[in-house]
């Protein structure tokens, strides 16, 4: 996309050159857009999808909060109790905080992971609740049939990790809100855009 995007304004670039530049610039970009990103809601939503990656099948779990953001993905071998509990410690880590509510699927790893690493946090295992985190996988999805598949897991920690705080940013809920406060948060968007990937027009 951001091939064409450039040449509709005259910049001819190739696929490669853009990769390159994901490569060298996305994580600091991320990394920034995480540093400035407000406290997340503190109702965590987890769940886990298959990936087929070379011919073996990985777990890709991720966590989102209530208003759909996502808090974090961890790319495993496993789907078991370990799996989720690193994924749990990992998820405190990074939040700084443990949530007031954890909402999963029936699988008995959350449980017995969250047992052991947050034992006072309220537990929701039910299908029906879970959507915020199942809806979540779609745009992996959708980047995996572009990608034709990815190559390594490492491959999706990595792209994810990039994408995820980008996607944050953009999430601005349009459904949810009146048409001025929707242009007035995307053009804040596109503020905080700019200063982090340094990309500010000149006046």
Sequence with gaps: MVEEMLAARGITVSYETVRQWGLK?????????????????????????????????HY?????????????????????????????????KRQGVEPRV???????????????TMPGVEHRQHKGLNNRAENSHQPTRRRERQMKRFKSARQVQRFLSIHDPIANL????????PIADYRTARAQAFETWAE???ARLAA
């Design 170 to 177: 953009f999430n601005l809920r349009r459904d949810h809100r």
């Design 196 to 198: 982090v990937a340094g």
């Design 102 to 116: 954890l909402v999963t699927d029936k699988l008995k790893s959350y449980a017995a992971a969250k047992r052991e």
């Design 25 to 57: 610039f996305g994580r600091d970009i991320a990394n920034r857009l995480r540093r400035r990103a407000p406290r997340r809601g503190d109702q965590w939503h987890l769940d886990e999808v298959v990936l087929a990656i070379g011919g073996k099948r």
């Design 60 to 92: 890709l779990w991720r966590a989102v909060d209530k208003d759909g953001f996502v808090l974090d993905v961890l790319v495993q071998s496993r789907r078991d109790a370990k799996a989720a509990k690193r994924l749990l410690r990992k998820l405190m």
